[in-house]
């Protein structure tokens, strides 16, 4: 039995550690696909490799954001997905693997289908779907929180449905307002 202050001491310990760490509620693309025929909100998609640098750093520093986290978490179902791995996805009645997949392999594997079908072209990348499971586009590298708040909330509140050209892009870069 652990004494009262030795109790205390760790829980102040365990509270310093994780003070200012955010988690995204992560799930698989099924469970997200399930969700939202119950809820519909969008679907973003973290498309990573286990060999990607800039994916560990996306991980790290971007989704552990505060604010980052809590902004996915109320506005999109958040899914991670390896972009090599072997994990079957079924997708608009179609199902996706990767049957050149080698478990034996050590770093770069073979492109799962899905990610292909999503047209990813680099990792880590970022994906998103709308409320009907749509796809809407890809964000390829890694982002800062602040990089990545103008993508989270354009998608969130469909302002992408109005970006057609360059011009309105760039318009709408120079009026948006941060907040992370």
């Known amino acids: 039995m652990m004494n009262p202050m030795k109790k205390l001491l760790l829980l102040l310990m365990l509270s310093v550690i994780t003070q200012g760490y955010a988690q995204i509620n992560w799930m698989s693309f099924e469970d997200a ?3 939202q025929s119950e809820n519909p909100k969008k679907i973003i998609v973290d498309v990573y490799t286990n060999w990607c640098g800039p994916c560990k750093l996306l991980d790290r520093n971007t989704f552990q954001n505060e604010q980052v986290a809590a902004f996915i978490n109320e506005n ?9 791995g072997s994990k079957e996805i079924n997708y608009r009645g179609q199902a ?6 080698d478990p034996n392999r050590k770093g770069r594997n073979s492109q799962h289908e899905f990610a292909a079908a999503m047209n990813i072209r680099g990792y880590p990348s970022i994906v998103f779907f ?3 499971t749509n796809f809407i586009q ?9 990089q990545l708040e103008i993508y989270l909330k354009m998608i969130s509140n469909d302002d992408y ?3 057609t050209t360059a011009e309105k892009w760039q318009e709408y870069q120079e009026n948006f307002e941060y907040s992370f």
Do not use: S
């Open 96 to 101: 996706f693997t990767n049957p050149n997949f």
């Open 33 to 35: 696909l399930a969700a």
């Open 130 to 132: 709308d409320e009907d």
């Open 76 to 84: 999109y179902y958040a899914v991670k997905f390896n972009a090599e």
């Open 138 to 146: 890809p964000v390829v590298g890694y982002k800062t929180p602040r």
């Open 161 to 163: 449905k109005e970006l």
